[in-house]
């Protein structure tokens, strides 16, 4: 079943001998049924000669169509010319004709009315799925000129004079492109997701487009999700067969995972997620003084330690080494390194701490080990506490436990991973705002519009 809702406007039904535009919107789309919203100056011409029902009569017997018609009387709608009189309200009337008829379409005049109607109108089309909006261009293609003499209006007459009666009448109809703004106004707020990297949230709001946005732009979307993830797996899968590779600077397997960690920490600092941020600082800092222990020192965890016995998982058919590695305080001796007393007869990782306190003995570049123990100070102080306790982490509370903003955490982080051998790192650190950059400027393929 096909519905029409149309409010009336002042050159309804015909006008200047043409089809206004509820009788052309009904000549060529021939709904079953026709609701009439008249406001309270059209309602006087309704009674007055019944003029609106009648030329759909009179068009229903020249078509063989049979047009049902309901009329909305709305007498105290006297502000025809405020917008929010109309939205709330014919959301009301749709909703009850969609209960009522449960019609398969349901077509509203965006051309019949006041402004306030008509754009009331296009924007609940934009929004609800089965609303389409018909719009009548006029003959002259110019604005309609209102009757001169509303009061006086002779239908037989102005049916006969009716050029759209003809064969060879022109359709002035066209369906209103109101989802088209729609999408504008969504890929707006994907803009903003993209650019504080919610790529799952810009991933839904593309889902409810209603034009399919080019594969292209899917697949990158996709990638950026997978990239804030760290799916290594999906990126290394993909990152060729989609031409991304300009997107990751840095690719060798472990090199890449820290790398990318760093940015994904950098993500979550950007957002204020600080408690996320700071717990994220132990993974990191471990891995890049292993291997700052080796490039500074010459010294691999197999100088130092033992590796315990290691629990294996499968993985794709692959078995990976689980066991940790501990302290072996003999070997630390046969080095010339002093252990710890607190080392002596008992099971001890090796941590970030325990390489750092081994540098201090055998590393020679003070920088660095000023960098390693503000980074341990940052770990000490905040993140065990972050981790393990119910705490409020905020910019200042990061700031008063070790003295450093979190950019400047961050900075330390980035000097670190040159020391431990990334020196792309630091150069590259908005890889990410040069991927977003990329994603907003896209070219859409089926909407014919882009994010830039």
């Given amino acids: 079943m096909k519905v029409l809702f149309s409010p009336i406007g002042t050159t309804d039904p015909i006008s200047t001998n043409r089809d206004g535009g509820l009788l052309h919107i009904c000549r060529i789309y021939q709904p079953d049924k026709v609701y009439l919203y008249l406001s309270k100056e059209i309602c006087g011409y309704h009674d007055k000669d019944d003029r609106y029902r009648k030329a759909l009569e009179l068009l229903g017997e020249e078509l063989g169509w049979e047009f049902q018609v309901e009329v909305i009387r709305a007498e105290k709608m006297e502000n025809v010319q405020i917008f929010d009189a109309f939205i709330d309200c014919f959301e009301k009337m749709l909703a009850e004709i969609r209960e009522k008829d449960q019609p398969d379409e349901i077509l509203v005049n965006v051309s019949s009315g006041t402004p306030a109607m008509k754009c009331s109108l296009q924007i609940i089309s934009m929004l609800w799925q089965d609303v ?27 049916w006969e004079c009716n050029e759209d009666r003809r064969e060879d009448f022109e ?11 729609l999408d504008r106004i969504k890929i707006e707020n994907m803009h903003k997701y993209i650019s504080v990297y919610d790529y799952e949230a810009a991933k839904m709001m593309m889902e409810t487009l209603s034009k399919e946005p080019s594969e292209e732009f899917r697949n990158c979307l996709e990638m950026a999700n997978a990239r804030r993830r760290l799916d290594f797996r999906y990126m290394n899968a993909n990152r060729k067969k989609f031409h991304l590779e300009h997107w990751f600077p840095i690719i060798s397997d472990q090199e890449m995972k820290e790398f990318e960690y760093l940015l994904s920490m950098q993500v979550k600092m950007k957002k204020g997620q600080y408690a996320d941020f700071i717990r994220d600082v132990t993974p990191i800092f ?6 700052a222990l080796k490039k500074s020192c010459g010294l691999s965890f197999r100088d130092i330690g033992n590796k315990q016995e290691s629990r294996r998982k499968q993985d794709s058919g692959r078995k990976q080494d689980r066991g940790a590695w501990m302290l072996d305080v003999d070997k630390l001796k046969a080095q010339g390194i002093q252990p710890d007393h607190w080392w002596i007869g008992r099971p001890v990782n090796i941590s970030s701490n325990v390489i750092l306190y081994i540098m201090k003995q055998k590393c020679t570049d003070q920088e660095l080990l000023k960098l390693m123990k503000n980074i341990r100070t940052v770990e000490q102080e905040v993140r065990n506490l972050a981790a393990h306790e119910i705490v409020s982490v ?10 450093f903003e979190p950019e400047q955490i961050m900075d330390m982080l980035f000097d670190l991973a040159e020391y431990a051998g990334i020196a792309a790192a630091r150069k590259n650190r908005d890889s990410y705002e040069r991927m977003n950059e990329e994603l907003r400027q896209m070219q859409w393929q089926a909407s014919g519009m882009d994010l830039g």
């Avoid at 389409?132 to 102005?158: H, W």
């Avoid at 905020?394 to 003295?403: N, P, S």
């Fill in 394 to 403: 905020t910019r200042k509370w990061i700031k008063d436990c070790t003295g």
């Fill in 171 to 181: 359709d002035r109809s066209m369906v209103s492109d109101a989802k088209r703004l």
């Fill in 132 to 158: 389409v909006a018909i719009q009548v261009a006029t003959p002259i293609r110019e604005s309609n000129k209102p009757q001169k003499e509303k009061g006086e209006y002779e239908l037989d007459i102005q």
């Fill in 286 to 291: 471990y891995s890049f003084s292993e291997k």
